[in-house]
C-alpha cells in the first residue's frame, strides 16, 4: 500500500508558475511508475503526465507538452510537476498517482490549482 500526498497548489495569475510535490510513504517508491491527473470543474479526470521508475522516461498530455516538467527524486520518496506559463484552462484539482505497470493504483487526494485570468 502507498500512501501519497500532494502539496504546492494555490492561486496564480496566468501566465506565472507553480511546483506541485508528492510524497509517498513506504519503501519502494522507486519501483512504481508515477504520475498526476487532473480534474476540472464539470469534467473528468484527465491525464497530464507521468514518469519512469528510474526517471528516465516522461510522457504528457499535449495541452502541457512544453510547459509543464514531471521529475522525480527516489531518495525523497517524492515526485514532481514543474506548472509554467499556466493558463486559466489549467485550472483543476491536480492529484499524484502511483502503480507498478501504470500511475493507476495508488491516488492522493488532490491540491487546488487555480489560474486567474
Known amino acids: 500500500q502507498v500512501q501519497l500526498v500532494e502539496y504546492g497548489g494555490g492561486l496564480v495569475q496566468a501566465g506565472g508558475s507553480l511546483r506541485l510535490s508528492c510524497t509517498a510513504s513506504?519503501?519502494?517508491?522507486?519501483?512504481?511508475?508515477m504520475g498526476w491527473f487532473r480534474q476540472a470543474p464539470g469534467k473528468d479526470r484527465e491525464f497530464v503526465a507521468r514518469i519512469s521508475r528510474g526517471g528516465g522516461g516522461t510522457d504528457y498530455a499535449d495541452s502541457v507538452k512544453g510547459r509543464f516538467t514531471i521529475s522525480r527524486d527516489n531518495a525523497k520518496n517524492t515526485v514532481y510537476l514543474q506548472m509554467n506559463s499556466l493558463k486559466p484552462e489549467d485550472t483543476a484539482v491536480y492529484c499524484c498517482?502511483?502503480?507498478?505497470?501504470?500511475?493507476?493504483?495508488?491516488w492522493g487526494q488532490g491540491t487546488r490549482v487555480t489560474v486567474s485570468s
Open positions: 498517482a502511483a502503480g507498478r505497470d501504470s500511475p493507476t493504483d495508488f
Open positions: 513506504g519503501r519502494t517508491f522507486s519501483s512504481y511508475v
